[in-house]
């Protein structure tokens, strides 16, 4: 089964911080690199994505960097809020998700 | 602004009954797709369905699983003999034909 593998598990920053997670795939037939932020008891919700046809894209406080050639993307939170404190997933395409970032910015 | 809706959001059953769980997509929407998340751990897709018929299935999809879109509203996801294992959060989820895929709550499922 093809995975995609995420870290860090758990990540703590101060508020004001750079958080930044990590995911490396295995298939290079998708096109389509999300990440979600999901709170508790809520499902996943779209936060940015980005297609491999780009090497980064940024949408307010939230940037991915995409790297092709090493198969890995990374999802940057600038000046991290504690509103931001939630559970993160990557994912490849529609089917395949990372096992979550918990995120937790101390104010 | 347009949400998914599911029903109910917790469901107690006991292991081998059957189970309905119902989705409602925003309306205007192509796909429809169904994701579980075992508690603490990742989401982990099931089912993509598309045109009135499953476009693609994951391998926890056998067959003991299957969907439906009965009207032109719900999509359901029915389990016929539910396990222990089959206790999760269910998630629907459901997009236009851009890739922006948006998430119910989520129906908690306890199985007995």
């Known amino acids: 089964q093809q995975q995609v593998k995420q870290s860090p598990q758990s990540l703590i920053v101060q508020k004001g911080g750079i958080s930044i997670i990590n995911c490396a795939y295995e298939n290079t037939a998708f096109d389509y690199f999300p990440w979600y932020q999901q709170f508790p008891g809520k499902g996943p919700a779209l936060l940015i994505a980005i297609r491999p046809d780009v090497s980064e894209k940024k949408e307010g406080r939230f940037t991915i960097s995409f790297n092709k050639s090493a198969k890995q993307f990374s999802l940057h939170i600038m000046d991290s809020q504690p509103g931001d404190s939630a559970t993160y997933f990557c994912?490849?395409?529609?089917?395949?998700f990372g096992d979550g970032t918990t995120l937790t910015v101390k104010p | 602004e347009p949400e998914v809706t599911q029903t109910p959001s917790h469901q107690v059953t006991q292991m081998g009954q059957e189970v309905i769980l119902r989705c409602v997509p925003i309306s205007n929407h192509l796909y429809f797709y169904w994701y579980r998340q075992i508690l603490g751990q990742k989401v982990e897709f099931l089912v993509s369905f598309y045109n009135n018929e499953i476009s693609e299935k994951s391998e926890i999809f056998d067959d003991q699983f299957s969907v439906e879109r009965p009207d032109g509203s719900n999509f359901t996801l029915k389990i016929r003999s539910t396990k222990l294992e089959d206790s999760a959060m269910y998630f629907c989820?459901?997009?236009?034909?851009?890739?922006?895929?948006?998430f119910g709550p989520g129906t908690r499922l306890t199985v007995l």
């Open positions: 989820a459901s997009r236009v034909s851009t890739d922006t895929q948006y």
């Open positions: 994912a490849t395409g529609k089917s395949t």
